[in-house]
Structures are given as structure tokens and as C-alpha cells.
């Protein structure tokens, strides 16, 4: 089992955006000196939900900084870049790191992004599984061009190569953030691991693993490749002495900034949006993650990585808000936590 912890920079009411990406590089940095396993960079933009346009920019300042924990994006919003641009930054990242660099993509959602970045809307709705297969083809092949709907172009070599013999793999890892069935069979098709929201439970967790499989061996995927697959769950963890000290913390804080910052997503066509209730869903992520004491929160994992055969957790640290809880939160993770599941 492999624990790291998902940062996205979130901007709380009364802060300023230059006060949550600090938090967001120090914590990072604690989670190394901590002994997690990795740390997963959201991206957003123009909301104060995450403060971090560029996860592969972040990620390659935490890669600098850092020696030994795996850095990875949660996700780049693949419909809003180029491919090809994206597949030489993480090429770039996996050599440069000595392969500790994980490239999780995404299809986002109908925000106003598509229309700022010049996409549009079909590259969202239509264009994400000929992006993710020129993204991978890049990441894996010497040479590359491409003809299809939205990209066209002369075949070129992929320079750097990020499968040669500077690191023992082929290139940087793939995951495929999933929400829905047709996302989950494009990543099994693909051989690639997914990354399950922290909004949903243990259950659905189980079922879209399951899903994953049945899609993977009807692609021809081997036995052994299926086995393999680490799939990433996201969730938010929050330590105290007493489980309702660690309840109490992130109800007082989160809901002010989920407000604030799921408000503050635009549609690009003026479709409409429900918003889940902030103090409920906070309430729901209590619920569902490791919220409480360190044994109770081990528990927690463990029971999660039974349940759903998922090996590796993304962990929202920051939801007290304060930067100096936040540390405090990461180093009780790797302190009174990742022993009881080593």
C-alpha cells in the first residue's frame, strides 16, 4: 500500500492565492521529510477552488526540491493542451527525476477554460480518447504523427525520449482520472490505471475496479498486467486525538472554501450546474475517508484497500486550511499512520 497525499492549492476565505500555493509547496515538501510515498497536484483555473494552473509546472518545482517521494498530476486537464506539449513536459519531468513522475490526465469539465485556451467544447465532449492515444503514443514511440479529427501533422521524432535507459521503464506512468463507465473502459482498453474521485465511496470504488477488469480482458490485456494495475483513490484524511476533534476541523473550514470555489466555475455554454451543499458533502467526505484518530484512519485505509483492490491513496491534507495544521496533519500521516499499514 502506497499513501501520498493530493494537493490542490485551495484558497480558504480571507486568503490570499500566493498564501495557498505556499501551503501547497510546503506541505509537499513535509509529505518527502513525512516518508509518504508521493504527492498528486491538482490543476484549475481561474477559481479559487485550486489555485495551481499548471500541475506539470508545480510538479516539476517539487521534483527539484525533493529526492526520493514520486510527484505526480491530479490531473492535467488534457482537452484544454496540446498533447504533444504535454507529453514532452512529462518526458522532460521522467528523465530529469530519475522516473519519479506520474502523469495523471483528465477530461475536466464544460468550463470556460475551452473557451479561453481556444479548445472549444468538442475537445471536451468528443476529442479526449484522440488526445489521450496521441499523449501515450508520444510517451512511447520514437517517432509520432498524427491524422485524425483534431489533430494533424507530419510525423516527427519524440525528443527526449522518455523510454531510454535513464530510468528501468518504458516512460512515465499514465493514469486516467474516471468518473464514468465509458472513462473506465477507455482506460482499461489502454492498459492504464485510473484515479477514483474522494467523492464516492468504497463501494463504486469497487465496482469501477471490477468494471476496469472486465473491459481489460476483453481488450486482450494479460492476466498478469490486470493484477498489476495500480489504481490511484483519492480522499481526504484529517488526524486528532478524537475523531470528532478531526470532524470538527474540517467542518468549521471546508465548506467556505468549497463554496466559494465551486461557485466560481463558469460553464462555456451557459448549461446549467447543481452544487452539492457544502456542509453536507463535507459531512459525506468525513464519512467516507480516514477522519479521526491514527488508528482509526489506518483502519480506514486498510479497509478501503480490501474492499476495492486499490493499492495506492491521494489524500486531501489541507482541509483545515491553516498551513501550520497542515504540516502538523502530513507528518501524524507518516508518523502514527503508515505504520500500521507496513
Not at 11 to 16: L, N, R, S
Not at 167 to 179: Q, W
Not at 246 to 256: D, N, R
Not at 301 to 321: C, D, K, M, P
Request: proline fraction near 6%; include cysteine; charge should be negative.
Amino acid at each position: 500500500m502506497r499513501v501520498g497525499s493530493f494537493v490542490l492549492g485551495a484558497q480558504f476565505p480571507g486568503q490570499g492565492q500566493g498564501e495557498a500555493l505556499h501551503r501547497a509547496v510546503r506541505s509537499a515538501e513535509v509529505a518527502e521529510e513525512a516518508g509518504l510515498d508521493s504527492v498528486w497536484l491538482a490543476e484549475h483555473h481561474f477559481v479559487p477552488y485550486g489555485t495551481c494552473p499548471s500541475a506539470v509546472t508545480l510538479a516539476a518545482l517539487l521534483l527539484g526540491r525533493t529526492h526520493r517521494i514520486r510527484v505526480g498530476t491530479a490531473v492535467s486537464v488534457l482537452p484544454t493542451v496540446h498533447p504533444v506539449a504535454l507529453g514532452e513536459q512529462a518526458a522532460l519531468l521522467h528523465l530529469t527525476s530519475g522516473g519519479r513522475f506520474s502523469l495523471g490526465v483528465g477530461r475536466g469539465g464544460p468550463w470556460v477554460d475551452l473557451e479561453v485556451f481556444g479548445s472549444g467544447l468538442a475537445a471536451y465532449e468528443q476529442g479526449f480518447p484522440e488526445s489521450l492515444d496521441l499523449l501515450v503514443r508520444w510517451l512511447r514511440e520514437p517517432s509520432v504523427g498524427a491524422d485524425g479529427e483534431r489533430f494533424r501533422f507530419r510525423e516527427v521524432p519524440v525528443v527526449p525520449r522518455p523510454s531510454e535507459a535513464l530510468t528501468d521503464t518504458e516512460g512515465p506512468e499514465v493514469v486516467v482520472a474516471c468518473t464514468s463507465p465509458s472513462t473506465v473502459r477507455l482506460a482499461a482498453e489502454r492498459g492504464l490505471p485510473m484515479l477514483l474521485g474522494m467523492h464516492v465511496g468504497d463501494e463504486e470504488k469497487a465496482e469501477m475496479v471490477a468494471l476496469w477488469r472486465r473491459h481489460a480482458r476483453a481488450a486482450g490485456r494479460s492476466e498478469d498486467e490486470i493484477r498489476a494495475a495500480a489504481h490511484v483513490s483519492a480522499g481526504v484524511c484529517q488526524i486528532a486525538d478524537r475523531r470528532t476533534d478531526a470532524v470538527e476541523t474540517l467542518v468549521k473550514a471546508m465548506p467556505g472554501w468549497l463554496k466559494q470555489g465551486l461557485d466560481a466555475h463558469v460553464t462555456v455554454d451557459g448549461r446549467a450546474r447543481s452544487m452539492r451543499d457544502p456542509v453536507a458533502y463535507t459531512e459525506l467526505l468525513c464519512g467516507l475517508h480516514p477522519v479521526g484518530t491514527p488508528r482509526l484512519c489506518a483502519d480506514r485505509l486498510a479497509a478501503t484497500g480490501e474492499r476495492t483492490g486499490i493499492s495506492r491513496f491521494a489524500l486531501l491534507v489541507e482541509g483545515s486550511g491553516d498551513l501550520a495544521a497542515t504540516e502538523e496533519n502530513v507528518r501524524r500521516l507518516g508518523a502514527e499512520v503508515l505504520p500500521h499499514l507496513r
